[in-house]
């Protein structure tokens, strides 16, 4: 199983930044993507961006040119870089994991617990 811990939400004026940050623990063969939804309220969760084992990267048209996404395998971490917040970015940010428990396992998905990231105008 494969466990989730977030970090570095919080409150920020428009046009600030933050960085989110996420470590996988527990027991799996592999981590094979790695990614960050959010979800706003009275609207679905959404991929905000992703990156693959590969560093094979995806962006949501929404953030592109102000979030920045890396990953450091070794440590199967994922964080998060975003800049020049707008108040509409204002969500619970969620890490995700797809994951497999055996080399010829059907992929998994982890979810952290969300952390809140509040975007004032």
């Known amino acids: 199983q494969v466990q989730l811990a977030e970090s570095g939400g919080g409150l920020v004026q428009a046009g600030g930044s933050l960085r989110l940050s996420c470590a996988a623990s527990g027991s799996f063969f592999s981590i094979n993507s790695m990614a960050w939804y959010r979800q706003a309220p009275g609207k679905q969760r959404e991929l905000v961006a992703g990156i693959t084992s590969g560093d094979s990267l995806n962006y949501a048209d929404s953030v592109k040119g102000r979030f920045i996404i890396s990953r450091d395998n070794a440590k199967n971490a994922v964080d998060l870089q975003m800049n020049s917040l707008k108040p509409e970015d204002t969500a619970v940010y969620y890490c995700?994991?797809?994951?497999?428990?055996?080399?010829?396992?059907?992929?998994?998905?982890?979810w952290g617990q969300g952390t809140q990231v509040t975007v004032s105008s």
């Open positions: 995700n994991a797809r994951w497999r428990r055996l080399p010829w396992g059907t992929p998994l998905d982890a």
